[in-house]
């Protein structure tokens, strides 16, 4: 039988039973898975579906291209999907190959899974492409890189980002033995809806089985606000108000942006961004068991509101200096312990862009719901890890078990069409 023609590419497809003996022998252990946001991105979002993944989508599309990758800046989606790969390309050129056909991927899937001058209908019905079966719907891909990249096999140890590292056990973590940490390769894939970004990923995945292979996943979904304002989680309690204003250039060139060049920062990683993964498991049945009086005091906010607990809403900011005993608002409170609000402590601010979780039931019939933390930040060191620190033996430790995630560096943007990811990094 002949081979049809992939609409996207003009390479042949196999046929279907080739495609399906292949996905089985990767399946059995072979190669498997081989613009920075705008400001009216926010405004975009606040038209999207709200819901979990469900509904027809909403069609919208974010850009690709630019001095940063989309899905840092970009106003959380519905829903997510955090990927780790291990990278099994044989050599560097095969790598520089790899991020080139991610380029090409993420761009293709991004305008919509389908080129400008080929439409849905005109697809054969039996096409293993997954792209044009799906509209954009919000779709951002944000690809880091991780320590592991930068061992031997590449030769790119002298290019590796000054503060790239595997991310430490903390006093507090449950990671050690998890099978869901680090990686050399890290896929952040946000959509409106899930089925646009399981699609996505399945993409991907078929056009990469030769350079990567799947290592953890992680799903994850946006909460409605309820009843307005930021999203809750899985403890019932908002999470994320206090992030930094990410529409003031001054702000995200401090906080958020890696300045090649300059602090020890290869030039390469200019308009990166070091990214920060934790999936944080919350013990709710245990939490449930807990007084409201003291699930605030924990927190540090109100449940009902988001309030700080000497205000009124979510957006009050805390003042904590007439407050130095913590009669209002206890000195062990998790937002006062992650945030005091200092001069001193105003450069260790990071950009939350987490999303909830739910696995279903352990195996001794407790509920498997948390957070799939992420943050972005322009030095890993200075930011994330000095405010962890301060957060070790808070009060919350005994509600929550951080049991996997990694660090990973977010590559600069795309800068062109003859530009692709980590070029600066691969030539």
């Not at 005109?122 to 890189?145: E, I, R």
């Not at 994320?240 to 529409?247: L, S, V």
């Not at 948390?370 to 070790?392: E, K, P």
């Amino acid at each position: 039988m002949t081979d049809t023609p992939d609409p996207a590419t003009g390479c042949p497809h196999p046929h279907r039973r080739s495609f399906l003996r292949g996905a089985a022998l990767g399946a059995a252990g072979a190669a498997v898975l081989g613009a920075g946001a705008l400001a009216t991105d926010r405004a975009a979002a606040t038209t999207s579906s709200s819901g979990g993944g469900g509904g027809s989508g909403s069609g919208r599309r974010l850009p690709f291209e630019g001095v940063h990758q989309s899905g840092i800046l970009t106003p959380p989606q519905a829903a997510a999907t955090f990927v780790s790969f291990d990278a099994i390309a044989p050599d560097r050129a095969s790598l520089q190959d790899l991020f080139r056909t991610l380029t090409d991927r993420i761009r293709f899937l991004t305008t919509g899974g389908t080129p400008p001058d080929v439409s849905i209908a005109s697809v054969p019905s039996d096409s293993a492409t997954l792209g044009p079966l799906v509209p954009s719907d919000g779709l951002t891909v944000t690809v880091g890189v991780g320590s592991s990249l930068f061992d031997h096999r590449y030769g790119l140890t002298a290019r590796k980002p000054a503060r790239l590292a595997p991310m430490p056990v903390f006093p507090d973590d449950h990671t050690v033995g998890s099978t869901e940490l680090h990686g050399d390769i890290s896929l952040q894939i946000c959509a409106d809806s899930r089925d646009t970004v399981m699609h996505a990923l399945r993409d991907i995945a078929k056009h990469t089985r030769s350079g990567m292979q799947l290592n953890w996943k992680a799903d994850g979904f946006h909460a409605a606000p309820r009843p307005t304002g930021t999203q809750r989680n899985q403890l019932g309690f908002k999470d994320g108000i206090a992030n930094p204003d990410t529409t003031d250039p001054t702000v995200t060139d401090t906080l958020i942006w890696t300045r090649g060049g300059s602090d020890n920062e290869p030039a390469w990683t200019d308009g990166g961004s070091y990214q920060v993964i934790r999936i944080i498991r919350m013990l709710v049945e245990f939490w449930d068991r807990v007084s409201l009086h003291e699930q605030e005091t924990m927190l540090g906010r109100r449940r009902d509101t988001g309030a700080p607990l000497d205000g009124t809403s979510e957006s009050d900011i805390p003042d904590y200096a007439t407050d130095p005993n913590g009669l209002r608002t206890p000195l062990t409170a998790h937002i006062r312990l992650a945030n005091p609000r200092t001069t001193t402590t105003n450069n260790q601010q990071i950009l939350r862009r987490g999303y909830n979780y739910d696995r279903g039931v352990d195996n001794n019939g407790n509920l498997d719901v948390g957070l799939l933390f992420c943050c972005y930040q322009q030095d890993v060191a200075r930011q994330f890890q000095a405010v962890q620190t301060r957060l070790i033996g808070e009060p919350l430790v005994d509600y929550i078990q951080p049991t996997g995630g990694g660090y990973f560096f977010a590559l600069p943007g795309v800068r062109g069409s003859n530009d692709h990811l980590a070029s600066g990094l691969l030539t």
